[in-house]
T-cell receptor, first 115, second 112 residues
Framework: DTEVTQTPKHLVMGMTNKKSLKCEQHMGHRAMYWYKQKAKKPPELMFVYSYEKLSINESVPSRFSPECPNSSLLNLHLHALQPEDSALYLC??????????????FGPGTRLTVL | KQEVTQIPAALSVPEGENLVLNCSFTDSAIYNLQWFRQDPGKGLTSLLLIQSSQREQTSGRLNASLDKSSGRSTLYIAASQPGDSATYLCAAVNQAGTALIFGKGTTLSVSS
């Protein structure tokens, strides 16, 4: 299984809502990533989990809260978002999150719209 | 800080043509470079990964080269097809060796 899955595919939420994005992989990878991609822009790194521990937080606002319950699952909890947070949220995984870098595999993304 | 640039931003070619997409990076001390394809509104599909010790990788009609000394990588697509129409992104691993830094992409349109 060389697939990264993400749910939901689409999400519309108000600024006062609390929602979560889910990402799952069964490739035995030990590094998982969240990226944010605005329209016609490249993906920008948000968070990196390595061996289920948060290793990188790219100065992301606290209204985004990542969670890695186990080595196969990565969540992104959303609260009090702003309309400018509307974007495609991409999850990725790789064998390792350390300097012995390996190929990253991406999921299909969640299209988030904040009203 | 690593910066990745892709030229051209957009490219239109007729079916069957061979083409080259260019990617340049500012820090030659990269671990790897990865090429992706992205269809509109979709996720990224990995095409090729070139390790820092390699000079090129091939997969089907795709060939990617890496020249660390000049800070350049190219993606060669042979005998282009309308199904190749997509945005192609190159990404270099950041200085910490932990995550990807993306270029802005080249949007390719292949007409039949």
């Amino acid at each position: 299984d060389t697939e990264v899955t993400q749910t939901p595919k689409h999400l519309v939420m108000g600024m006062t809502n609390k929602k979560s994005l889910k990402c799952e992989q069964h490739m035995g990878h030990r590094a998982m990533y969240w990226y944010k991609q605005k329209a016609k822009k490249p993906p920008e790194l948000m968070f990196v989990y390595s061996y289920e521990k948060l290793s990188i937080n790219e100065s992301v606002p606290s209204r985004f809260s990542p969670e890695c319950p186990n080595s196969s699952l990565l969540n992104l909890h959303l609260h009090a978002l702003q309309p400018e947070d509307s974007a495609l949220y991409l999850c990725a995984s790789s064998s390792s999150g350390h300097a012995s870098y390996n190929e990253q595999f991406f999921g299909p993304g969640t299209r988030l719209t904040v009203l | 800080k690593q910066e990745v640039t892709q030229i051209p931003a957009a490219l239109s070619v007729p079916e069957g043509e061979n083409l080259v997409l260019n990617c340049s990076f500012t820090d030659s001390a990269i671990y790897n470079l990865q090429w992706f394809r992205q269809d509109p509104g979709k996720g990224l599909t990995s095409l090729l990964l070139i390790q820092s010790s390699q000079r090129e990788q091939t997969s089907g009609r795709l060939n990617a080269s890496l020249d660390k000394s000049s800070g350049r990588s190219t993606l060669y697509i042979a005998a282009s097809q309308p199904g190749d129409s997509a945005t192609y992104l190159c990404a270099a691993v950041n200085q910490a060796g932990t995550a990807l830094i993306f270029g802005k992409g080249t949007t390719l349109s292949v007409s039949s």
